[in-house]
């Protein structure tokens, strides 16, 4: 972690807030990263608010004011209700540690109101669109292996509902040879997944046209030169996938997962069911799902119901 601009006894302090995110909570890295940052700025802040580098007492003795003076000036360079909100879940994760060790107890952190989040809703492919995209990836890589490649890794996200991440960081010895498979998500938790065959075929059909001989260690999709595959490469076909089959530019391999989601909800899926198989810690999470189904059902019932016609008259 870089250097914070602050006192010898709060870097300390948040040295060890940062290692304790990543051995006791297991915060995923992007989000201890993240984090890290959001507290850097803070301290860089509070460097100039008070007139020099804040100590664990100054942290104490701050007052709401303080940080909404904090979030305004962050604002003013800028940043969105959404980078704001990350801000202060990762200042209020600092000072929840700081409490839990007996260092800083300031109820006014919990007194401001987090900047609202922009309500974002998942958006899916279509059925056809999706099973377009697993079909024809292939046709866009020259050698045969790697268009193989491709279709087992978009196949894999859209018939698991895995993210690009998740499905990269698979290892031989994970290849699926039954019908579940065991998945590490965010926070390294593990959920199972069930496997349909035509996606272990998918697999198997790459695995035995790679050219390069792997051991269980090594990981499962491969690029080139036989390293473990960069998910800009996976990211990259997608986006030619967008010219090939005229697919929305919101079409990205997460769009598979979503996808993955929506369809099995329109299928009478139940929402704890897709809660788990997506590795979701929070329903409220997973409910954005029924809202993407609403739309279609609106859509299709506009469309067909005698109502329509009437108001055409």
Same mark, same amino acid.
């Given at each position: 972690m870089s250097e914070v601009p602050a006192g010898t006894?709060?870097?300390? @302090?948040?040295?060890?807030? =940062?290692? +304790?995110?990543? /051995?006791?909570r297991r915060?995923?890295?992007?989000?201890? &990263?993240?984090?890290?940052?959001?507290?850097? @700025? !803070?301290?860089?802040f509070l460097a100039e608010h008070l007139g020099g580098p804040a100590g664990l007492s100054d942290l104490a003795n701050l007052k709401p004011a303080d940080f909404r003076s904090y979030l305004a000036k962050r604002r003013s360079e800028g940043l969105s %209700?959404? /980078? #704001?909100?990350?801000?202060?879940?990762?200042?209020?994760?600092? !000072?929840?540690?700081? &409490?839990?060790?007996?260092? $800083? =107890? %300031?109820? @006014?952190?919990?007194?401001?109101?987090t900047p609202k989040r922009p309500h974002g809703v998942p958006k899916p492919l279509s059925v056809t669109q999706a099973t377009d995209s697993v079909h024809d $990836?292939?046709?866009?890589?020259?050698?045969? +292996?790697?268009?193989?490649?491709?279709?087992?890794?978009?196949?894999?996200?859209?018939?698991?509902? #895995?993210?690009? /991440?998740e499905a990269l960081s698979l290892n031989q010895r994970d290849r699926p040879s039954g019908d579940m498979l065991v998945i590490t998500g965010k926070g390294g938790k593990e959920r199972m997944v069930p496997v349909l065959r035509v996606v272990r075929d998918a697999i198997d059909?790459?695995?035995? /046209?790679?050219? !390069?001989?792997?051991?269980?260690?090594d990981p499962l999709f491969v690029g080139k030169r036989g390293r473990r595959l960069d998910p800009g490469i996976i990211q990259r076909q997608v986006r030619r996938l967008r010219g090939?089959?005229?697919?929305?530019?919101?079409?990205?391999?997460?769009? #598979?997962? =979503?996808? !993955? @989601?929506?369809?099995?909800?329109?299928?009478?899926?139940?929402?704890?069911?897709?809660q788990e198989l997506l590795g979701h810690t929070s329903l409220s999470t997973t409910q954005r799902y029924t809202e993407v189904d609403a739309d279609r059902l609106l859509e299709v019932y506009d469309r067909a119901h005698p109502s329509a016609r009437l108001r055409q008259v």
């Amino acid at each position: 972690m870089s250097e914070v601009p602050a006192g010898t006894d709060l870097r300390d @302090a948040v040295r060890d807030w =940062h290692q +304790w995110l990543e /051995s006791e909570r297991r915060t995923a890295q992007r989000t201890t &990263e993240s984090y890290g940052r959001d507290v850097r @700025a !803070f301290m860089r802040f509070l460097a100039e608010h008070l007139g020099g580098p804040a100590g664990l007492s100054d942290l104490a003795n701050l007052k709401p004011a303080d940080f909404r003076s904090y979030l305004a000036k962050r604002r003013s360079e800028g940043l969105s %209700n959404a /980078s #704001l909100a990350r801000a202060m879940s990762a200042i209020r994760s600092l !000072f929840k540690f700081l &409490e839990r060790t007996d260092r $800083v =107890h %300031n109820p @006014a952190v919990g007194a401001v109101r987090t900047p609202k989040r922009p309500h974002g809703v998942p958006k899916p492919l279509s059925v056809t669109q999706a099973t377009d995209s697993v079909h024809d $990836v292939a046709q866009l890589q020259e050698e045969s +292996w790697l268009g193989k490649r491709d279709a087992a890794v978009l196949i894999l996200l859209y018939g698991c509902g #895995l993210r690009i /991440s998740e499905a990269l960081s698979l290892n031989q010895r994970d290849r699926p040879s039954g019908d579940m498979l065991v998945i590490t998500g965010k926070g390294g938790k593990e959920r199972m997944v069930p496997v349909l065959r035509v996606v272990r075929d998918a697999i198997d059909d790459y695995i035995d /046209s790679c050219p !390069f001989e792997l051991g269980d260690d090594d990981p499962l999709f491969v690029g080139k030169r036989g390293r473990r595959l960069d998910p800009g490469i996976i990211q990259r076909q997608v986006r030619r996938l967008r010219g090939l089959l005229g697919l929305p530019e919101t079409a990205t391999p997460h769009a #598979l997962r =979503h996808s !993955f @989601a929506t369809h099995l909800l329109s299928d009478g899926g139940d929402l704890r069911t897709i809660q788990e198989l997506l590795g979701h810690t929070s329903l409220s999470t997973t409910q954005r799902y029924t809202e993407v189904d609403a739309d279609r059902l609106l859509e299709v019932y506009d469309r067909a119901h005698p109502s329509a016609r009437l108001r055409q008259v």
